[in-house]
């Protein structure tokens, strides 16, 4: 490994963040499926849509259990907003979409990042739920309780489909560097300076800076 | 080729269940064994194999003692809320405007068990399938009428042409005059069950007073699911264009240089 490159995210981190990410994409991918008739070759694929909505509810659970520990991990740090920074951040779209001149720093995660986190959150938990009911008590629950919840579902999945794509470009093309964090784990000081600038100063001061080659600091 | 409705006009059905029975045995759908309940309703309502029931009330009040009959199966809507909803096109409009069913093709998702505003589909466990009246589709498309109006022996259920018999349906109602009114052409499109109903709407069991599609399947089918594709399609050309105008946020410090010509 390159010496001075920072360790932005562990294993842990990174392997809920993939089951999570793996299991959504499957969920989309097979809800297309089902729910677009010029998408029904990705039943036929894998021996018909029967299949295709197997592997949807499976699905479902193993997301429901990514989903879970997303959560518990990720709640204190991208489930709360730090005023005003945040709103400022947000005020300028953080810098992304015209000149700024200066971008409120962020920490470990800025309010574009926390505003997905809560909605793949917030949603998630609504589609969990709402699958749940569409799955087992389609006919046991009131007819009209139930249509809502295909109502709910279909549209947690206009908001997570779309802010997919967006977290999409941003952790690839839109942001060089950042796949980084979620692959190996380790990044570039620039890189971190330039995204997470306050995360950067708040980890040198606490000495948890995590560089490779040097041994870790004591705490 | 001309649109078909069956009509059913409610003065004069006998209740005599040869309807009901004709369904069973031209669809070859055994009969569960029921229990006397107290009432002449049997079997209790429509199941996976009994895809019409006879629908029996008693009812008491400052006119005395009167019975309904009412013959009860898929309604066949012209805007079909089961349609919409399935995904995987088990559900469909025939050749001849009702609303048939493929077996093969139903994924067991039960969508339009909640979706059909006249509560018809019926799941079967054992079968993982949706069953429902078809309005003998093998035998309309051979020229016969449903095997429930061959059966009817006092002219209350009638097979024809939409506009002529809904045309003869207003007539009936004005003849029977006392309230008598047509329930069917004005929903959904037009329903190709259309019935002559003597009681107000409302005092039939299991028979809603203003049936629609549901708004909820309207949002769901009409606006959401077209929305997702654009929503993610204006995400992507979104981002393309952010690449290409204002370019990516790179670590270096100097980003300013690339980013001109932008916004
Ligand atoms: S009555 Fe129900 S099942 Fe029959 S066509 Fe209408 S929506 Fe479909
Ligand atoms: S249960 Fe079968 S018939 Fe009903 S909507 Fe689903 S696939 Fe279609
Ligand atoms: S066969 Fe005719 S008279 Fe007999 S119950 Fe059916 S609709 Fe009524």
């Not at chain 1, 089902?34 to 949807?56: A, D, N, P, Q, R």
């Not at chain 2, 077996?103 to 969508?111: D, L, N, S, Y």
């Not at chain 2, 290409?244 to 916004?263: N, V």
């Amino acid at each position: 490994m390159k010496k001075g490159l920072i360790q932005a995210t562990d294993w842990y981190e990174r392997t809920v963040h993939w089951l999570l990410a793996i299991s959504c994409i499957v969920l989309c991918i097979t809800g297309l499926g089902m729910m677009f008739h010029s998408f029904h070759f990705l039943g036929t694929i894998v021996g018909g849509l029967k299949m295709l909505k197997h592997i949807h509810n499976f699905t479902g659970l193993l997301f429901a259990v990514a989903l879970f520990l997303a959560i518990k991990m990720w709640w204190h740090e991208a489930g709360v907003f730090s005023m005003p920074e945040d709103l400022e951040w947000m005020m300028c779209a953080g810098g992304y979409l015209w000149e700024v001149e200066k971008v409120p720093e962020v920490g470990k995660y800025n309010p574009g990042q926390k505003m997905f986190f809560l909605a793949v959150a917030g949603f998630g938990v609504i589609m969990v739920l709402t699958g749940v009911i569409m799955w087992f008590f389609p006919i046991e629950f009131p007819a009209w309780l139930v249509r809502w919840m295909y109502v709910l579902h279909a549209l947690g999945f206009v908001v997570i489909f779309a802010f997919f794509f967006v977290h999409l470009y941003l952790g690839t093309i839109g942001s060089p560097g950042s796949l980084d964090a979620m692959t190996t784990g380790w990044v570039t000081r620039a890189w971190l300076k330039k995204q997470h600038p306050k995360w950067l100063k708040e980890m040198e001061e606490e000495g948890t800076l995590v560089v490779s080659g040097e041994e870790k600091k004591a705490h | 080729m001309s649109e078909n409705i069956k009509l059913f006009d409610i003065s004069k059905c006998t209740g005599c269940r040869g309807c009901q029975l004709a369904c069973k045995q031209w669809n070859q759908l055994r009969a569960k064994q029921t229990r006397m309940r107290g009432t002449y309703q049997n079997p209790p309502d429509l199941q996976p194999n009994t895809y019409l029931i006879m629908r029996f009330q008693e009812v008491e009040d400052s006119k005395g003692l009167r019975w309904y009959y009412r013959h009860q199966a898929c309604m066949h809507c012209s805007d079909a809320a089961c349609v919409k909803v399935c995904p995987s096109g088990a559900l469909y409009y025939s050749a001849f405007n009702t609303v048939g069913l493929s077996h093969e093709k139903c994924i067991a998702c039960k969508e339009c068990v909640s979706a059909c505003p006249f509560d018809i589909p019926r799941f079967d466990e054992r079968t993982d399938k949706i069953y429902k009246c078809d309005m003998c589709e093998s035998r309309i498309a051979n020229n016969l009428e449903p095997a429930c109006v061959k059966a009817c022996p006092t002219g209350a259920l009638k097979w024809g042409d939409k506009d002529r018999l809904v045309k003869a349906a207003y007539k009936r109602a004005k003849e029977l005059g006392d309230g008598a009114y047509v329930y069917g052409d004005k929903f959904v499109d037009g329903t190709h069950l259309v019935y002559v109903l003597q009681e107000k709407p409302g005092m039939y069991a299991a028979l809603p007073k203003s049936p629609s599609v549901p708004l909820s399947i309207v949002l769901w089918k009409d606006v959401l699911k077209p929305l997702s594709i654009l929503a993610a399609g204006g995400v992507l050309a979104g981002s393309f264009f952010h690449y290409i105008i204002h370019g990516p946020k790179t670590p270096d410090e100097d980003t300013s240089t690339k980013t001109e010509g932008g916004e």
